[in-house]
């Protein structure tokens, strides 16, 4: 076995690398563990960009403002450009149910210091131009909202943690985690066997297999998505859009322009697609196009330059799971992200690292509470 780590972290992505930042800063002797050949390189790279603090849920809400307030600052502050965008989200309503529903969540929202406002149809004109007005009934904007270039702030976040100290191993898998007498003492991979007081399942869609070489059983499930990408043209709105309506064979859909001035756009399936397969397929274009089109016709002389599909850990209630585990001492959970990880992970990230050396805060655990792995997994948020 190798010399031990203070902190060893299952995973570099969205939720691993800030960990491993945050542990550095705190000056843990931390490695970093994962399977492909660089950061950012597993579900991270397939998100596509949103960083939202918009949620039905105060755990979520509390953990991405953190997010928001980081990134944020994070050129100023690091001088690394992330492709920081702050267009906002919006959520454009036709149906009565869709808005009293947004309505309903803006006095918890607006608690919790979210800026955001239900506006009239000629408002959510003018923030998305050609959107379709025929029956349209408003919507909720969240202006402080943005999007950012998930590679970009990996690798961010990668410089920044390796100039602190943290080593990172890629193209290792672990095998298994190592405990002895009810407690962590390390992890074993394909290369070799790493010793730490603290191991963080930063996981992701593999975190359940990760547990169950401990005897753990975490109810983290993947399923499918995938996005898509347009030739650039000139930009004409930065929001991020969400069509809370479903359609045949799906939920939501979502979409926005970045600043190179290309049209990302991603669909929830429906039923969902549970697995691991990342092969494309020939059902999610027309699908997404028919809807994308509809709401903002506009669109339908852009080129789509390609497409990909990556894997959603999702959990029963569709909010993460983060916090110790009871049977094994020493094993932190920081996974089950539901797609959401990259606007969770920095908030999240920040706190485990609070969580592992014992100073966290009050709204930390309002958030602890309620990411629990041993919450009543019930129901689903609202704003999934």
């Known amino acids: 076995m ?3 780590y203070d902190a060893i972290i299952a995973g570099a992505g969205s939720v691993g690398l800030p960990t491993a ?19 950012g390189q597993g579900e991270n790279k397939h ?10 849920a105060p755990g979520k809400i509390l953990a991405c403002l953190r997010s928001l307030q980081i990134l944020s600052t994070w050129q100023q502050v690091r001088g690394d ?15 009565d149910s869709d808005a009293d529903l947004l309505k309903n969540l803006l006095p918890l929202q607006k608690s919790y210091g979210l ?4 506006v009239e149809p000629r408002e959510v004109a003018a923030i998305l131009p050609g959107i379709n007005p025929d029956g349209l009934l408003g919507g909720t904007f969240a202006p402080e909202d943005a999007s950012i270039s998930p590679l970009l702030v990996a690798n961010a976040y990668y410089r920044r943690a390796v100039g602190l100290g943290v080593e990172f191993r890629f193209k290792e898998k672990i095998e298994r985690l190592l405990i002895e007498q009810g407690r962590v003492k390390g992890v074993a991979t394909d ?17 359940a297999a990760l547990c169950a070489t401990a005897g753990i059983s975490i109810p983290v499930l993947p399923d499918c998505h995938e996005a898509a990408i347009t ?5 004409f709105f930065h929001c991020m859009v969400v069509d809370v309506r479903p359609a045949p064979g799906s939920k939501n859909f979502y979409f926005y322009q970045n600043r190179h001035g290309q049209v990302v756009f991603c669909i929830t399936p429906d039923p969902p697609i549970v697995g691991t397969d990342k092969r ?11 809807r994308l089109v509809h709401l903002l016709p506009r669109l339908k002389n852009l080129r789509v330059r390609r497409t990909w599909r990556g894997l959603y850990p999702m959990t029963p209630d569709g909010s993460p799971i983060v916090g110790w585990n009871s049977e094994v001492q020493g094993l932190v959970h920081a996974t089950g992200m539901c797609g959401q990880g990259l606007m969770l992970g920095t908030g999240v990230g920040e706190m485990v690292s609070r969580l592992i050396s014992g100073t966290t805060s009050e709204n930390d655990e309002i958030i602890l509470k309620e990411f629990s792995p041993y919450r009543e997994f019930r129901g689903m948020e609202k704003l999934k």
């Open 2 to 4: 190798n010399k031990p």
């Open 81 to 95: 450009d992330i492709e920081w965008l702050q267009g906002g989200y919006l959520y454009p309503v036709y149906r």
């Open 21 to 39: 930042m945050y542990l550095g800063e705190n000056g843990l002797r931390t490695l970093v563990i994962d399977m492909h050949p660089s950061p």
């Open 191 to 207: 290369r070799g066997s790493y010793e730490a007081p603290v191991v963080v399942d930063a996981a992701g869609p593999l975190s």
């Open 231 to 235: 030739e650039p043209v000139q930009p």
């Open 115 to 118: 800026k955001i406002d239900f």
């Open 47 to 56: 998100a596509i960009g949103g960083v939202r603090a918009t949620h039905s």
């Open 280 to 290: 494309e397929t020939s059902v999610f274009l027309p699908q997404i196009c028919t």
